[in-house]
């Protein structure tokens, strides 16, 4: 099993920061590929950025250049800095994890089986 907790989540005004944090626990190899996905209100998940065990990153083409997924290994922590918030941003975020989602690549498409509660951002104009 795997457990995710998401922290760090706000209010912010467009064009500030925020920085995302998941707690992972469990099995390792299943948190070989880890994610960021957001989703609004009557909306399906969005794939927000990717990262794989080998370093390999994706992004939404809606953040490029603006966030960017990192991975804290000794402290079992991923992490989304989000920079330059547009109201757009707007969301609740949820980590993501599985040991598959990245076999050929990250992918913003994957099947992640192990899912965070989320945390809210919202971005004012």
């Known amino acids: 099993q795997v457990q995710l907790v998401e922290s760090g989540g706000g209010s912010v005004q467009a064009g500030g920061s925020l920085r995302l944090s998941c707690a992972a626990s469990?099995?390792?190899?299943?948190?070989?590929?880890m994610a960021w996905f957001r989703q609004t209100p009557g909306k399906s998940h969005e794939g927000v950025a990717v990262?794989?065990?080998?370093?390999?990153?994706v992004y939404a083409d809606s953040v490029k250049g603006r966030f960017t997924i990192s991975r804290d290994n000794d402290k079992d922590t991923l992490h989304l800095q989000m920079n330059n918030l547009i109201p757009e941003d707007t969301a609740m975020y949820f980590c993501?994890?599985?040991?598959?989602?990245?076999?050929?690549?990250?992918?913003?498409?994957?099947?992640?089986?192990?899912w965070g509660q989320g945390t809210q951002v919202t971005v004012s104009s």
């Open positions: 990262l794989a065990k080998d370093g390999r990153t």
């Open positions: 993501a994890a599985d040991k598959l989602a990245c076999l050929y690549g990250p992918n913003l498409h994957g099947t992640f089986n192990y």
């Open positions: 469990g099995y390792t190899n299943t948190r070989a590929c």
